[in-house]
Nanobody, 115 residues
Framework: QVQFVESGGGLVQPGGSLRVSCAAS????????MGWYRQAPGKQREQVAS???????NYTDSVKGRFTISRDNTKDTVYLQMNSLKPEDTAVYYC?????????WGQGTQVTVSS
C-alpha cells in the first residue's frame, strides 16, 4: 500500500525559506499527479500545490509566487520549496495525490514561521 514520508520542516523566521520533501513508496510514482497539503492548528487540511505527471504546476492563491513544487521520478520524491515565508504558513505539511488523496497519509512535517 502507498506510504508517504515527509521531512525537512523546522522553525524559520518570517521572510525565510525552507524546502520540504516527501518520499513515496508502494505506488508507481511516475504515473501519479502529486500534491502538497497543509493543516494549521484549528483549521481544515488544504491543498496548496500540485504537479502533474508532465510537470504542470498549480498553486492556491495564498502561496503563488512564493512556493514551488517539483518532483524527481528517479527518487519517487516530491518537493516544496517555500520562500518569503509568513507566520500564516505555519502548519503541518503533507503530500498526497491532489484532489483525490489516497486514504493513507504520512506523519507530515511541521513548519513553524516565527520570530
Amino acid at each position: 500500500q502507498v506510504q508517504f514520508v515527509e521531512s525537512g520542516g523546522g522553525l524559520v523566521q518570517p521572510g525565510g525559506s525552507l524546502r520540504v520533501s516527501c518520499a513515496a513508496s508502494g505506488i508507481i510514482f511516475s504515473i501519479y499527479h502529486m500534491g502538497w497539503y497543509r493543516q494549521a492548528p484549528g483549521k481544515q487540511r488544504e491543498q496548496v500545490a500540485s504537479i502533474t505527471t508532465r510537470g504542470i504546476t498549480n498553486y492556491t492563491d495564498s502561496v503563488k509566487g512564493r512556493f514551488t513544487i517539483s518532483r524527481d521520478n528517479t527518487k519517487d520524491t516530491v518537493y516544496l520549496q517555500m520562500n518569503s515565508l509568513k507566520p500564516e504558513d505555519t502548519a503541518v505539511y503533507y503530500c498526497n495525490r491532489p484532489f483525490r488523496p489516497f486514504d493513507n497519509w504520512g506523519q507530515g512535517t511541521q513548519v513553524t514561521v516565527s520570530s
